[in-house]
């Protein structure tokens, strides 16, 4: 890992970061011709993922004081902040060493509860990006007619009525 740089969920900080997950996908649209193979005219990106996995002892001191010690023990204060995270929906920022990433929600939390675990806590949390977009109000002009059953006018000139032509004359022959 790069000097300096920290993995961390928001701001915190756990004992270990054990493994994490880089994923970033381009979906490529295929569209069937009449004849020959798909072609391939479009791409657009996925929102990114990350998956992390951390670890959390009880017997050591935090890495930043006072950060997971709102419970009994650290490793639940630990996994009690990651459901918060998760529960309060809010877009997180999320920083490694290959990236930084915004807009982060908790996608999944898995936190396995077994004897290795006793004194501890390793979960494993996965992120995806919200991708947020704003959008524009637009007011219009008052457009409305004082009297909605009347159209306006086109200037199309004088339209003169032609006779019909000799080939259909032909074929409508004895109908005239």
């Keep these: 890992m790069a000097v300096g740089i920290r993995t961390d969920i ?6 270990a970061v054990l493994k994490l997950d880089h994923e970033r996908r381009l979906t490529i649209t295929d569209h069937p011709v009449e004849e020959g193979a798909n072609i391939a005219d479009h791409a657009f990106a996925e929102p990114k993922s990350v998956s992390i996995e951390v670890g959390m002892s009880d ?16 490793s639940i204060s630990a996994f009690d902040v990651l459901c918060r995270l998760q529960a309060e929906r809010r877009p997180l920022t999320v920083t490694t060493k290959l990236a930084t990433y915004t807009n982060m929600l908790i996608e999944n939390i898995t936190a396995p509860d077994d004897f290795k675990t ?27 007619s004082a009297d909605p059953h009347k159209t306006g006018n086109t200037n199309a000139g004088a339209v003169q009525p032609e006779p019909p032509s000799s080939a259909l004359h032909n074929v409508l022959g004895g109908l005239w």
């Excluded at 017997?59 to 419970?71: E, P, T, W």
């Excluded at 501890?120 to 409305?144: C, H, N, Q, Y």
């Design 10 to 15: 928001d701001g915190y900080i756990f004992d």
């Design 59 to 74: 017997v050591m001191d935090s890495i930043v004081d006072g950060q997971f010690a709102h419970r009994s023990t650290r």
């Design 118 to 144: 006793m004194h501890g806590l390793k979960a494993t949390v996965f992120l995806r990006e919200v991708i947020i977009v704003s959008s524009d109000t637009v007011t219009l002009p008052d457009r409305t």
